[in-house]
Each structure stands twice: as structure tokens, then as C-alpha cells.
């Protein structure tokens, strides 16, 4: 998980597949001035991380470390959207799920070479 303001920045753009232009123009900044806020030169103005959550549907919280948490903000989105997204956190819930179990039931009692010697 990325810590500073600046690392969630450019954590975000890049999972969003923005260039750091992309996220300028879509803003109304430059790339320079994208470019300064992740490399920790400077910091966007409140009006520009407010902007900033609602690009990356997350919150202005999580933007600047308070909320620890991935945050998805879907106010925004249609009903059916909603309930696609629902649909696929739940599948992946499921699947971290099975995996978990299945890593806890590998685990063996014996090492390889202890069941070589119990023939």
C-alpha cells in the first residue's frame, strides 16, 4: 500500500492507465504540475484533490492517508453497474477464500523426506 499523498497519486493514475497529460488535460493543469504532486514537490490545491477523488472514484481520505483502506466511490454509477461491481467483489472474496483454505490444507504433517522414510 502506498503511504504519501504523492505515491497514491501516481499509484492511481497509473492502475487508471492515465499518462500523467491524460491526467492534466482531464484536470485542466499541466504535466508538469502533475508530475510535481508525485514526486512530492509540491501538493495539489484542496479544489484539485477533491477533483482527483471523484477521477479515481476514491475519497479525498484515502488520498491523503487518512483512510488506510482502497476506497471505490460508485455514486455516480447506474444501478446495473452497481450491482456488476457487487457481483465481482463477491467472486473475489470467494476465490481469496478458496485459496486461503486450500494453502491451510497443503500444509502436511510431514516434511518430503520424513514420507520416504515412513515407506
Known sequence: MKNSLYERIHDLRERSGMTQTDLALRMGVTRSGVNAWEMGISKPTLDNLVTLSRIFHTTTDYLLGIDKEDTVVITDFTVEEKELIMRMV??????????????????????PSEKNNQK
Open 90 to 111: 463477491n467472486y473475489m472474496e470467494g476465490v481469496h477464500n478458496i485459496n486461503s483454505k486450500n494453502a491451510a490444507k497443503s500444509t502436511h504433517p510431514y516434511t
